[in-house]
């Protein structure tokens, strides 16, 4: 279905985001590795707080 909706002229999916949602992406917050390089994970609203700290 993807291959026909990519005639459209404004294609909703495309076969390429098929591919690519058939492999996870999203790294869970407990993900190996982001204690060993010391990051700490945070909430969306954190993460805005600081943005809007910073304009």
């Known amino acids: ?3 026909v909706a990519e005639l ?3 294609a909703p999916i495309t076969r ?3 591919d ?3 492999h996870d ?3 869970a917050i407990d993900a190996p590795g982001l204690k060993e390089l ?4 945070l909430d969306i609203d954190e ?3 600081l943005i809007e ?3």
């Open 53 to 55: 700290q910073r304009a």
């Open 1 to 3: 279905m993807a291959g």
């Open 16 to 18: 390429n985001q098929v």
């Open 38 to 41: 010391d990051i700490k994970p």
């Open 47 to 49: 993460v805005i707080r």
């Open 25 to 27: 992406n999203v790294a």
């Open 8 to 10: 459209l002229p404004a």
């Open 20 to 22: 690519l949602m058939r």
